[in-house]
């Protein structure tokens, strides 16, 4: 309820308008791209608390130091130890086999920068638990930020990648300069 209101407090005072499709009425994984600036983390919080979404987001584990832990673990946070991912996939399956329901808000471009690929995490958590993705944007463009569409992986990476760069081809996120062009490590492997 509190944080239904936080929220359209924060929707109707900022210069963001909170646009799309309705939130997916299952377990998803989230994508937030194009993710370019810290305050994609507010943009993403406003969404979720407007539709009543539960949702749990991935951080590296500095962000969960200190005092700054039971704030963020509060807020969703799941700590990631970049040194090995492979851990983060499997800890966030058991969340879900556990019986564990919410969405996972995940940015594959990874940390405000410009990359060449984007992380393959969510595939294989969407994959493997046999959940949707759902298409999160932000757009500076139009200063709209919301939800896309949710759908099904094929486990055709090329084909659903395509799908995907198609929905975010005109998202700038809010710094433009910073954004990752969707594609995975795995899309540019030679064929064996």
């Known amino acids: 309820?509190?944080?239904?209101?936080?929220?359209?407090l924060y929707w109707a005072c900022s210069r963001w308008t909170l646009?799309?499709?309705?939130?997916?009425?299952?377990?998803?994984?989230?994508?937030?791209?194009?993710?370019?600036?810290?305050?994609?983390?507010?943009?993403?919080?406003?969404?979720?608390?407007r539709h009543g979404m539960d949702i749990r987001w991935l951080g590296k584990k500095s962000l969960f130091a200190g005092w700054r832990g039971?704030?963020?673990r509060g807020l969703g946070g799941i700590p990631v130890d970049r040194s090995n991912p492979a851990d983060v996939v499997g800890e966030v399956l058991a969340r879900i086999e556990a019986g564990e329901v919410f969405g996972l808000?995940?940015?594959?471009?990874?940390?405000?920068?410009?990359?060449?690929?984007?992380?393959?995490?969510?595939?294989?958590?969407?994959?493997?638990?046999?959940?949707?993705?759902?298409?999160?944007?932000v757009d500076r463009t139009t200063m709209t930020t919301g939800l896309g569409p949710t759908f099904e992986l094929t486990g055709d990476v090329p084909a659903d990648m395509d799908r995907i760069r198609a929905f975010y081809a005109d998202k700038a996120g809010v710094r433009p300069e910073l954004r990752t062009e969707p594609r995975l490590r795995s899309e540019d492997a030679p064929a064996v």
Do not use: C, Q
């Open 19 to 49: 646009a799309g499709e309705a939130a997916p009425d299952r377990p998803s994984v989230l994508i937030g791209a194009p993710h370019t600036s810290n305050w994609d983390f507010v943009l993403m919080l406003g969404i979720a608390w």
């Open 1 to 8: 309820m509190l944080r239904r209101l936080v929220s359209r």
């Open 105 to 137: 808000v995940v940015t594959p471009d990874g940390t405000r920068g410009s990359n060449t690929y984007w992380k393959s995490g969510f595939y294989r958590i969407a994959r493997e638990a046999g959940i949707p993705v759902t298409l999160g944007y």
């Open 70 to 72: 039971p704030i963020m």
